[in-house]
Antibody, heavy 120, light 107 residues
Framework: EVQLVESGGGLVQSGGSLRLSCAVS????????LSWVRQAPGKGLEWVSG????????YYADSVKGRFTISRDTSKNTLYLQMNSLRAADTAIYYC?????????????WGQGTLVTVSS | ETVLTQSPATLSLSPGDRATLSCRAS??????LAWYQQKPGQSPRLLIY???NRATGIPARFSGSGSGTDFTLTISSLEPEDFAVYYC?????????FGPGTKVDIK
């Protein structure tokens, strides 16, 4: 059974940092791209960042470029998102999403999400 | 960056009705378009990928069509569990942008 379990969310002050983790199981970790997708309270989905299966390719939304860093640890089957210089606009539920066999950006499994709240 | 727009913003229908949701891209995405369903308090669920392919376990009442810039998600006969928000998403290039969503609620 495929599982993605996010952790690391919480309350942080504007300008602060936070590291999110996503522990995955049930599939060959290095074979699939992974992404972070966020959802501000009462709003729609926003793709934030993605990383290829090998980890060689990393991609960012313009809104987080230069502030967030995505990485993956094959030995721990875990995806990370290091978030620096946080802003109130970064407040959201952050989902970890797995790319599928059909495409890196076709998300066939999602985690339950972790809430990040940035206070100003 | 490719921008997706969805219409209508809200669709008020009754169980058994046919639902037709639209997604338009600011530039051609070929058939690289997916649809997701999200219910309150839940994570999104993949319904359709590459415009017309149903994901594993998705009922046949869900169908997708379109190519280029205009796409449609059709729910042939709404079941009570289908009332939710539906998002389209393009994967033609990074970033994989999402549309703003269409809420299908009970009339």
């Amino acid at each position: 059974e495929v599982q993605l379990v996010e952790s690391g969310g919480g309350l942080v002050q504007s300008g602060g940092s936070l590291r999110l983790s996503c522990a995955v199981s049930g599939f060959t970790f290095r074979s699939y791209a992974l992404s972070w997708v966020r959802q501000a309270p009462g709003k729609g989905l926003e793709w934030v960042s993605g990383i290829s299966g090998s980890g060689a390719g990393t991609y960012y939304a313009d809104s987080v470029k230069g502030r967030f860093t995505i990485s993956r640890d094959t030995s721990k089957n875990t995806l990370y998102l290091q978030m620096n210089s946080l802003r109130a606009a970064d407040t959201a539920i952050y989902y970890c999403a797995k790319g599928s066999f059909y495409g890196d950006l076709i998300f066939d499994f999602w985690g339950q999400g972790t809430l990040v709240t940035v206070s100003s | 960056e490719t921008v997706l727009t969805q219409s209508p913003a809200t669709l008020s229908l009754s169980p058994g009705d046919r639902a037709t949701l639209s997604c338009r891209a600011s530039q051609s995405v070929g058939t690289f378009l997916a649809w997701y369903q999200q219910k309150p308090g839940q994570s999104p669920r993949l319904l359709i990928y590459d415009a017309s392919n149903r994901a594993t376990g998705i009922p046949a009442r869900f169908s997708g069509s379109g190519s280029g810039t205009d796409f449609t998600l059709t729910i042939s006969s709404l079941e009570p569990e289908d009332f939710a928000v539906y998002y389209c998403q393009q994967r033609s290039n990074w970033p994989g942008t999402f549309g703003p969503g269409t809420k299908v609620d009970i009339k």
